[in-house]
């Protein structure tokens, strides 16, 4: 669906973007992810035409945004971190004239409007003044226009900036649903919302990639083992022999006690061996209850830190 073809982007001698090459596939909800300063605001500018690149290509369905840059831009949504507001204008009135904009048929626009309110849920504040709204209301909006014009491709730079809690909640399972009718580029400092909501994550720094991949890929590929944190209750020399005993376990050990007659144990398994079904019929057929079980990958700030960092140290 996009294709980014050695990117590169300089201002004078400074590199921002350093041959950059990577696709997002259709019906893909991609993470994109960097520290400050790694290029990441820069890239997303230049895939949504805003930013003209120094070197390097951005297709979408193999249109050049350089080439056609009108019809490329009709197929994407775009919501930079601070969302385009005409802040005298009522919902309405602003939502119209991004249809304007966009070039939205009239007997279409009413449609577009409803939908795109009702799916952020700001169809009861449409006659109020945005300058008026709260913060949160301010951003949905933002996320509103996105979507005016039904494209196919969204790119969504920090949507949920200024939400409370249940808003977060609310528009990561908008950005779910929406996945299923349109290709995603989500950027997130919230990581544990990326790891929710995304199929692949795309990491960058100092302007290269430096990881590409769905996060339980990554977090096998730098932990390098296959563990599992285990609450059972029972003897602790039991429940290590039931645990040793697995197909596949490498190590068992423990690691005390959380609670009264229980016994905290880490498992771990031969890598790509998934053993939590060998491990729930051997504790059940030794009568020893499991209480708990969890992976113990890497989670994604994890991932991200151990990259990052990683790439500071080569460098």
């Known amino acids: 669906m996009i294709q980014v073809e050695n990117v590169t982007k300089k201002y004078g001698q400074r590199v921002a973007v350093d041959r ?3 696709t997002v596939n259709r019906g893909e909800i991609l993470g994109f992810l960097g520290p400050n300063g790694a290029g990441k605001s ?4 230049i895939i949504t035409g805003y930013l003209s690149a120094t070197e390097g290509s951005v297709k979408l369905d193999g249109h050049d945004i350089l080439e056609e840059p009108q019809a490329v831009k009709k197929q994407m949504g775009y919501m930079p971190e601070l969302p385009p507001l005409y802040v005298d204008m009522t919902v309405r009135d602003y939502l119209s004239f991004v249809c304007d904009i966009k070039g939205v048929a009239k007997s279409r626009r009413k449609q577009n409007m409803d939908r795109s309110m009702e799916l952020l849920k700001i169809a009861d504040v449409r006659g109020r003044l945005i300058k008026n709204l709260s913060k949160g209301y301010k951003q949905r909006v933002g996320i509103a226009q996105a979507l ?7 790119i ?3 949507p949920t900036i200024g939400l409370d809690p249940q808003q977060i909640i609310e528009t990561r399972n908008l950005i779910r649903d929406l996945g299923k009718e349109h290709t995603i580029i989500l950027s997130s400092h919230i990581l544990p919302e990326v790891q929710a909501v995304c199929s692949r994550v795309l990491i960058i720094n100092r302007g ?3 990881a590409s991949d769905t996060p339980e890929n990554l977090s096998r590929g730098l932990s390098g083992d296959n563990r599992l944190s285990l609450r059972v209750a029972g003897p602790e020399k039991d ?3 039931v645990a040793r005993g697995v197909a596949n376990v490498v190590k068992a050990e423990s690691v005390g006690s959380r609670e009264p007659g229980t016994v905290e144990v880490v498992v771990e398994a031969r890598r790509d061996q998934d053993v939590r079904r060998e491990i729930f019929t051997a504790f059940a057929r030794a009568n020893l209850p499991i209480l708990l079980m969890k992976s113990m990958d890497l989670t994604l700030e994890e991932i991200f830190l151990n990259l990052v960092t990683e790439e500071r140290e080569v460098s």
């Open 20 to 22: 950059l090459n990577f």
């Open 42 to 45: 820069t890239t997303m500018n």
């Open 148 to 154: 005016i014009g039904t494209p196919p491709v969204l």
């Open 156 to 158: 969504l730079d920090e």
């Open 208 to 210: 290269k990639i430096v």
């Open 239 to 241: 429940v290590l022999a």
